[in-house]
DNA sequence: CGAATAGTGTCTCTCAGACATTATTGG
DNA sequence: CCAATAATGTCTGAGAGACACTATTCG
């Protein structure tokens, strides 16, 4: 930073700012498919659009946990995966004034989504219509229960869309699969997650190979309750995410 | 965003902000070797130390504008394949004020580079040691033209090895290689540029294969002049970045 | 035993690494 | 011809897809 930055930086009201904000896109699995939690609003502007949850940057708070509290607040959740994503700062992106977003993307197991649906929060769930189209993704639309597109308010459908890219990208070199899946969890399950998230099926000895030759899942010995055929094991992550 | 957000934050002056700021970290190849454009600091704070050009976001420009602007004003370079990279928001990245900065990254050919470095502005490169240390990336650090390591202000050090790593895991799926790079180029260069990234050798013949083999370059039907040994075929990319 | 899904064995195809070989230039 | 590097051919081993087969549970 240059001395000019210097000089007309030192002055916290030398010159008008950008607000700044952090929106954060909850994603998790409802009956096996990839689902978004969002907001309606109520209020001017985009009123009766859907919103990603958000909340603007303390002058005391770090980005990240900006984010925590969003979570907290706005969704009523403790814990979740959270990773930022991008930061949107086209000039309007809201009409009220200039809002600079930081996204994260929040990644919750199938329970934690369903109990943030029934919290006090007035959250909606909206299925996740993500074709495969190629790696670099087509557009992703968020439906209504009866199955309807969304209208998203502001920027959020793109922000919804990168989140998706996101996740998409880092599948199969990271670990964020398994914060989508409780503590135990089958082979299938994991599969299931790669399926929903990919649009798209995959070759089942070939993928129980790739997981089990990574290395980072310990079979826990017991095995699945509750079916009325042979139950698959139970596995956990090896190391610590 | 909330009710309550709204009425919070439709006044602009309601509560104070973070400055918002961008900061950009110039990367290209001096001598083969990874390197990147710094300015030593004069002014408190970390004064005497190496700092990314950077600057403040105006009102009425979006970040990549912003990106852009300080391209021009604190390097004079006019084109750069500019990317964002991450926002760094911690409490005390900045003693003077809360900052919070969006990184870019900026890809130079080996030619801008150089002009850059012979233009107005008082910049100065640092070769970058990449050791390889496996996909994860260890320590980057910026050395002096004696091989000294150099102290970076701010958390500029934390920001530079985060663009080494999204230069790598970018580099086999993407053509960002291709941005430092001149138009016209030789295998052999292009193999360099990875390996030069990657900080590990490469197998000439599988990369040669898959160079071609994933359509992106067309032959020039030209070669390189000046070599006093067989001349390579140049290639340029067949479709447009 | 039948239904349903878990889990495995095996063949093939693709692709990367390794290494050797041929091609082409200047001197 | 020699030196130096470009460019290619070929072998091998790793890993993914496809498909069939065996295993285990409930009823």
């Known amino acids: ?3 000019a930055d210097f000089l007309a ?4 009201a030398a010159f008008p700012r950008p607000a700044l904000a952090v929106d954060l896109v909850l994603l998790g699995l409802r009956d096996g498919r990839p689902a978004v939690l969002l907001l309606e609003r109520s209020q001017h502007p ?13 002058l005391d708070e770090t980005l990240d946990k900006a984010a925590e509290r969003v979570l907290r607040e706005k969704a009523g959740i403790a814990l979740a995966h959270l990773e ?13 004034m200039r809002i600079v977003s930081v996204a994260y993307l929040a990644l919750l197991p199938e329970r934690s989504f369903a109990e943030a649906l029934d919290g006090e929060a007035p959250l909606a769930a909206a299925i996740l219509d993500v074709p495969w ?6 557009p992703v639309a968020a439906l209504s229960r009866r199955g309807e597109p969304l209208a998203l308010a502001f920027d959020h459908a793109d922000i919804l869309a990168l989140a998706v890219l996101r996740l998409r990208g880092k599948l199969d070199y990271s670990d964020v699969a398994f914060a989508l899946l409780p503590e135990q969890f089958t082979l299938r399950q994991l599969q299931d997650v790669h399926e929903a998230i990919l649009g798209t099926p995959l070759n089942k ?23 009325s055929f042979r139950p698959a094991e139970l596995y956990r992550l090896a190391r610590p995410r």
């Open 1 to 3: 930073m240059s001395e």
């Open 9 to 12: 930086g030192y002055d916290p």
């Open 46 to 58: 985009h009123a009766g659009r859907w919103a990603l949850p958000g909340g603007f940057v303390g």
């Open 84 to 96: 930022q994503l991008y930061t949107f700062g086209a000039l309007d992106r809201d009409p009220r």
């Open 133 to 138: 189209a190629g790696e670099t993704g087509g």
């Open 205 to 227: 000895p070939a993928f129980r190979r790739r997981m089990l030759d990574r290395g980072w899942l310990k079979p826990t010995g017991t095995r699945e309750a509750g079916t």
